[in-house]
C-alpha cells in the first residue's frame, strides 16, 4: 500500500516544510520595525533590518537624454516595451502549425484578450477595437507585475547632481504614464466613435442644438404651444449635450487616477510591510498587488472598450 | 493647534470619511450581483464582468480620497 503523500512530500518532511516556514516566519517578524518595537533589539544582524521608507510622488531624475530628463520610471517603461516587443518579435519570427511553447502562450493570451473583445463590443467592432485595447492591456499589466520583480526600488544609482537615487519604479506608480494612457484612450474613443457614425452625427451628441432652434422657429411662426415644448425639450437636450462633454473630459481624469492611485498605493503599501514585517510575512502582499496589477489594466483596457461601444452605437432616440 | 497637528487629522480624515462611500457603494454591488446569480447562474459571465466593471468604478472615487490625503500628509498639499 503506497504511503499517504501530501502535496507530494510524506509526513515528516512536510511537518518539516511547514516548521522552516514559520521558523523563517518568526525571525523575519522579529527583525521588522514590528518585532523591534515589542522585544527590542535582540541582536539580529543588520542585513535582515530594512531602512525605514520615504515614499515619495514625483519620480526621480536618473539622467538627461538631448535636453530631456529620463526618469526611473521612464526607463522601467523602456524594459516592459523591450520586453513585450521582444517576446512578440521571438515568437512570430518562425510560426509554427503545432506551435512551441511561448508561442502556445502568446496564442491563448491573444486570444483570451480577442474573445474579451468581441464579448463586449461584438464580433466586426471587437476585432476593430482590438489593437489598442489589447496594446493598453498589455502594457499596464507588463508595467504592474514588473514592478514587483526584485530590483525596483533597490538598486541605487547616483545621478549627475550626485544625488543617490533609485534606478528603477514601477512605470504605472508616474503619474505621467497614466495619463499618457487615458490620453490615448480618450483620442481613439472619439477617432472611433467619428469613423463609425460621421463626424457631424457624433459631435451632434455633445451640442444638440437642434431641437432648440426648431423651437424657436416655431415660436416664431405663431405656433405657441409647438414653440414652447420645442424649447422647453431642446433646452433639456442641450443641457445634457454638455453634461456628456463634461463626463467625457472627467473620464481622462478618473482614468488617470484610478491606476496612478492604484498602483502607487501598492508600492507604499509593499514598502511598508517590508518595513515593519520583511521577508516571509510580506509576501501575502506580494500576491495582492499581483491580483491588483492584473485587475487594473483590465478595468483600463475593459472600460476602453465599454466607451469606444457606446461611442459607436447609434444614439436610440435622436427625435423623439 | 498648529500646523502639523492640524495636517495629520486633515490626512487621517480624508481618507477614512471618504472611504465609507465606495465600500457601502461596493458593498451593494456585490450584494446586486450575489442576488442575481443566484437566480440564474447560467448568466455568470455577463454578471461577472459587469460587477467588475461597477466595481472599478466605485473603487475609483475611494482612490481620489487615498490621493488627496497622500498629497495633504506629504505636505504637497496645503
Given at each position: 500500500m503506497p504511503k499517504r503523500r501530501y502535496l507530494g512530500f510524506s509526513l515528516p518532511v512536510l511537518v518539516g516544510i511547514i516548521v522552516v516556514i514559520l521558523a523563517l516566519g518568526l525571525i523575519s517578524l522579529l527583525s521588522g520595525a514590528l518585532g523591534r518595537s515589542f522585544f527590542g533589539d535582540i541582536g539580529l544582524p543588520g542585513w535582515l533590518s530594512v531602512p525605514q521608507p520615504h515614499p515619495e510622488l514625483p519620480a526621480d531624475v536618473v539622467f538627461h537624454l538631448l535636453g530631456f530628463p529620463i526618469t526611473n520610471s521612464i526607463i522601467a517603461a523602456w524594459l516592459s516595451i523591450i520586453i513585450l516587443v521582444g517576446i512578440s518579435y521571438a515568437v512570430t519570427r518562425r510560426l509554427k502549425l503545432i506551435p512551441t511553447r511561448l508561442q502556445s502562450l502568446l496564442e491563448a493570451t491573444l486570444g483570451w484578450l480577442l474573445s474579451f473583445c468581441q464579448e463586449v463590443a461584438g464580433e466586426k467592432n471587437g476585432r476593430r477595437f482590438f489593437p489598442v485595447v489589447a496594446t493598453i492591456f498589455l502594457f499596464v499589466l507588463t508595467n504592474a507585475w514588473l514592478g514587483l520583480v526584485p530590483g525596483f526600488g533597490s538598486i541605487l544609482i547616483t545621478n549627475a547632481e550626485g544625488e543617490t537615487v533609485h534606478l528603477l519604479r514601477g512605470a504605472n506608480t508616474d503619474i505621467n504614464l497614466p495619463l499618457a494612457l487615458a490620453l490615448i484612450s480618450f483620442i481613439f474613443v472619439e477617432y472611433w466613435g467619428i469613423s463609425s457614425l460621421g463626424g457631424l452625427r457624433y459631435l451632434r451628441k455633445f451640442a444638440n442644438v437642434g431641437r432648440f432652434f426648431r423651437g424657436i422657429g416655431q415660436l416664431l411662426r405663431g405656433r405657441l404651444r409647438a414653440g414652447l415644448t420645442g424649447i422647453f425639450n431642446g433646452a433639456i437636450d442641450v443641457f445634457v449635450g454638455v453634461l456628456e462633454t463634461l463626463s467625457e473630459l472627467i473620464r481622462i481624469v478618473s482614468f488617470t487616477f484610478r491606476l496612478f492611485g492604484n498602483m502607487t498605493a501598492g508600492e507604499i503599501l509593499l514598502l511598508i510591510v517590508a518595513f515593519l514585517?520583511?521577508?516571509?510575512?510580506?509576501l501575502p502582499f506580494y500576491g495582492l498587488e499581483l491580483l491588483v496589477g492584473f485587475v487594473q489594466a483590465l478595468i483600463f483596457a475593459g472600460l476602453t472598450l465599454v466607451f469606444a461601444t457606446i461611442a459607436v452605437t447609434h444614439h436610440a432616440a435622436e427625435t423623439a | 493647534m498648529d500646523a502639523e497637528a492640524i495636517r495629520m487629522l486633515a490626512a487621517g480624515l480624508a481618507m477614512g470619511l471618504g472611504a465609507i462611500g465606495p465600500g457601502i457603494g461596493i458593498g451593494i454591488i456585490g450584494y446586486g450581483a450575489m442576488q442575481a446569480l443566484g437566480r440564474?447562474?447560467?448568466?455568470r459571465g455577463p454578471i461577472m464582468t459587469n460587477m467588475i466593471l461597477a466595481i472599478a468604478f466605485a473603487e475609483a472615487i475611494g482612490i481620489y480620497a487615498l490621493i488627496v490625503a497622500i498629497l495633504i500628509a506629504g505636505k504637497i498639499l496645503g
Open positions: 514585517a520583511p521577508w516571509i510575512l510580506a | 440564474n447562474p447560467e448568466a
